[in-house]
């Protein structure tokens, strides 16, 4: 019996935002924070396994389309605050805006990357992802260059209590977009805009012989793939209550794309999985490297770069030895392990199995 | 009227420099069908080298030389362990690793010397000497000049005239044909990226003192204009590298001279863009099949 596929998202979902729910609680701030952040990169980083694993589109541009939705976020928030509007819903209202602005600009950059392919649409979106900050320079009067802005925010809800700690707060507004994210692109993928995605990614003449319109379907990905990334930049503003160009550079795209790979290209399970690295492992290696007795000037040096150093490897080392990712890994462990216990046949023989199974990597394929 | 000329030669000296840059781009794309988006940190890591032997021994010229060195076995060392597992696979899988080693060198470079801009010092003499009254080119732009058509020239002789050049040639053209022929096909990449990444070293030598300094990310701006230089060209015809180059350094040097420096990057975006989606394949590209 075949059981509906929505019902089982909103039962994963809900269980996952109960498990969540419990966890904030749980943790102390700083953690609830690192949380929120792995949240936030999460929002982006599933939008993005939409546009590269699943669809085909390589974008380094995902971090300039955060810095657009953080941006709006910040100037729709400072908005509010100037005209005296205080209350919680100016939040939802601004991060919409962020979303929306986003989008719009995603679609320019989808309708151009339609007509791209391969590396050229990754240096397109390359100088996108250099060209967007700067525009905080040239614009100074509205962005207000290198220094960027700080967002005003609504205070904590009343009712939550006075000693409500800011940090879940902030956990809770960012793990409610991350759930929201991944509920409706889990749909979506599974829809039939979903295989029309994989169609254009594993071979676009089969698609277009099969009644598929491939430019289409790649700017609609686009526009998707935007939007989550102008919702994970709008929390990146709502988490750190100030936005500036030096954390929208190149680099962040670059992280991003590390998470969806080595997470699992295609599967946003390892979506998950890599927004998670991207906040533990530099937290980590800070730990080690304070662990060791160094100068301090040393502990600087190796403090940002060392993760930098580690992203890159795992990047490579992940494309070449194992394109499915972490989830990819998964996979095979789990099936093993049902291959293995006795009495019960390998359950990639029963035909629902076939549906568990993750789409194959588009980057894995020959 | 003046300052019209200034930016000129401002422009022509920079897009020498891109030109270099795009030849660079367009060597490893005609060998391997891979665009090599480290090539900008490849050739940061070069100027690295020099600058630690320029301290050491005090000599531009040697720390000059070792760049170019650096460059040759840098290539070398990055195509052979790790792009050559990725050369048979679909163009992403290409792009993402040469990413991973954009943070990897970024990352190494970063922790070895640290994030601060560091003085990278020039041969001769940055200021304009003056023509007819008019400020007009300096030292260093002729040694800019200079050096990018010697190796232009060098380029197009070893590709024309020499036994090595067609073998190279024929690897990237025809590789199966090449191999039944008996070229050392792998050989010929390996040579090609050592090339390429020489060819970036020296544009990174060039044009990195004429900016802020040596940073981890000092090339990153000059790596999306030489791409762009390139795709004007077409990916794949050195000459329309070089032409490319050239227009690119004039945009820029225009733009930036008359709207401020902090456009430069805009611009890059706007003349890729309208490159992209006016002609495709490039200015000097023949009416192509597309695959769909």
């Known amino acids: ?366 | 009227m003046d300052r019209f000329l200034f930016l000129t030669v401002d422009g022509l000296s920079r897009g020498a420099v891109y030109a270099a840059f795009a030849l660079a781009l367009v060597l490893i794309w005609r060998g391997t069908r891979i665009v090599n988006f480290a090539q900008g940190v490849m050739a940061v890591a070069t100027s690295y080298a020099a600058y630690s032997v320029t301290g050491a021994t005090g000599s531009y010229w040697a720390g000059f030389f070792v760049a170019l060195l650096a460059g040759l076995v840098l290539g070398a060392v990055v195509e052979r362990v790790v792009m050559r597992h990725v050369e048979q696979a679909p163009p992403l899988n290409a792009v993402i690793v040469a990413l991973g080693l954009v943070l990897v060198f970024q990352g190494g470079l970063g922790m070895i010397y640290g994030s601060q801009y560091l003085p990278l010092p020039t041969p001769y003499s940055r200021v304009a000497m003056t023509v007819g009254g008019v400020p007009l080119l300096s030292r260093y732009d002729l040694f800019v000049f200079g050096t990018v058509l010697a190796l232009m020239l060098s380029l197009a002789l070893l590709f024309t005239r020499t036994a090595t050049g067609l073998r190279m040639r024929a690897a990237a053209f025809e590789p199966q044909v090449a191999r039944l022929l008996g070229v050392n096909v792998g050989g010929m990449l390996t040579l090609g990226w050592a090339l390429a990444a020489l060819v970036g070293a020296l544009a990174g030598m060039l044009v990195i003192p004429t900016g802020l300094g040596l940073h981890p990310t000092a090339m990153d701006l000059v790596f999306v204009s030489a791409f762009t230089a390139a795709v004007v060209g077409g990916l794949d015809s050195p000459l329309g590298a070089v032409v490319g180059g050239l227009v690119v350094g004039l945009v820029l040097s225009y733009v930036g001279g008359y709207l401020g420096s902090g456009t430069t990057p805009l611009a890059v975006l706007a003349l890729l863009v309208v490159v992209l989606l006016a002609r495709p394949g490039g200015l000097f590209s023949a009416a192509q099949a597309r695959r769909v």
């Open chain 1, 1 to 366: 019996m075949r059981r509906s596929t929505l019902l089982r998202h909103l039962g994963i979902t809900a269980l996952a935002a109960l498990i969540l729910f419990v966890l904030t609680y749980v943790l102390d701030p700083f953690r609830d924070y690192q949380l929120a952040t792995a949240a936030a990169y999460l929002c982006a980083a599933a939008g993005l396994t939409v546009l590269t694993g699943l669809n085909g589109q390589l974008s380094l541009g995902h971090g300039a389309l955060m810095a657009i939705g953080a941006y709006a976020v910040a100037l729709s928030q400072n908005r509010f605050s100037a005209h005296g509007v205080t209350a919680l819903w100016t939040l939802p209202v601004s991060l919409a805006a962020g979303v929306v602005t986003a989008t719009v600009c995603g679609a320019v950059i989808g309708v151009a990357a339609a007509r791209l392919r391969g590396p050229y649409l990754a240096g397109l979106t390359l100088v996108v992802a250099i060209a967007v900050p700067a525009m905080a320079t040239v614009f100074g009067g509205v962005f207000h260059g290198d220094q960027g802005l700080s967002v005003w925010l609504p205070p904590v809800p009343a009712a939550l209590g006075e000693n409500f700690p800011f940090e879940q707060w902030q956990a809770w507004l960012a793990l409610t977009a991350a759930l929201l994210t991944m509920l409706l692109l889990a749909n979506l993928i599974r829809s039939r805009f979903g295989r029309t995605l994989r169609a254009v990614r594993d071979n676009e003449v089969a698609a277009r012989l099969a009644g598929i319109s491939v430019a289409r379907t790649q700017v609609l990905a686009f526009v998707v793939s935007a939007a989550c990334a102008g919702l994970g930049g709008g929390m990146f503003a709502v988490l750190a209550q100030s936005v500036s160009p030096s954390a929208f550079t190149l680099t962040l795209s670059l992280n991003l794309l590390l998470a969806v790979v080595v997470g699992g290209l295609g599967s946003l399970a390892g979506a998950v999985w890599g927004s998670l690295l991207l906040v533990l492992l530099p937290y980590w290696t800070d730990a080690l490297v304070g662990r060791l007795v160094l100068s301090p000037a040393l502990h600087q040096r190796l403090a940002g770069n060392l993760p930098l150093a580690i992203f890159g490897l795992l990047l490579i080392v992940v494309m070449i030895a194992a394109p499915g990712g972490i989830q990819g890994l998964l996979n095979r462990a789990g099936r093993w392990v049902r291959g293995r216990r006795p009495g019960r046949p390998a359950r990639r023989a029963e035909p629902f199995a076939q549906e568990a199974e993750p789409p194959a990597p588009a980057a894995s394929r020959t």
